[in-house]
């Protein structure tokens, strides 16, 4: 049966913007996205939304609601109550473009900055050969749809764009540490995500894996092996007399 759910949403752009309250139908089955559909339809035309799936896969629908961070369409209406009033807010580490878009450009730049696979120079295509369990380690990382909620979570640059330059954020960490799994991959890693790309920034809060909508564990399978494997490479003996030894 339908109701009038109550919203509040961000609407402004570069210039700044405010909340504004809506009233709006809401059906039996529905999704934030619903909502916010129906109301561009009979109220707010001009309201910006970025979606395309509808289904959890493209990864664009992401906001926040009620202050947490969500993919829209993921978002049902069952999970609130008929009186609440469900605020919708656009992803707060990223510049608004408009009401609810962001722009995610700082995303696709830490992309460019990690260097593509390297596989040995003298193995040609079609004579790669991997263990079923190396193949299984990284196949949780790719279910990314790089929704970006994890960036957007993360409190290393959430309120701290001081951060941004030098933190790759846990979506680029996780992709550094795919690599450095992947048995055929001969790039150096380790340093450079400690060095380059802030892996010392992460504390371990696990607010990013907690947003995954993909459920993906971050922090425990992709953040603290890598930095156990960095830890490894400083504090190991052998490696430490090498370096001593080749830096003469
Ligand atoms: Fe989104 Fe999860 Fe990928 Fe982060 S790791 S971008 S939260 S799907
Ligand atoms: Fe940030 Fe996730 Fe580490 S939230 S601090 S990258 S565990
Ligand atoms: Fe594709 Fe929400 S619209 S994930």
Redesign the pocket.
Known sequence: MGYDAKFRIWRGDTEGGGLEDYSVQANDGEVVLDIIHRLQATQAPDLAVRWNCKAGKCGSCSAEVNGRPKLLCMTRMSSFTEDEVITVTPMRTFPVIRDLVTDVSFNYQKAREIPAFAPPPDLGPGEYRMKQVDVQRSQEFRKCIECFL?QN?????RDHEENKEAFA??RY?MRIAELDMHPLDTAERRDTAQNEHGLG??????????VCPEDIK??DNA?IPMKERVVDRKYDPLVWLGNKLFRR
């Open positions: 994890c979570t993360c409190h290393v640059v954020g846990p960490l920034f992460c504390n371990i809060t696990k607010c990013c894996s907690d971050i922090t953040l």
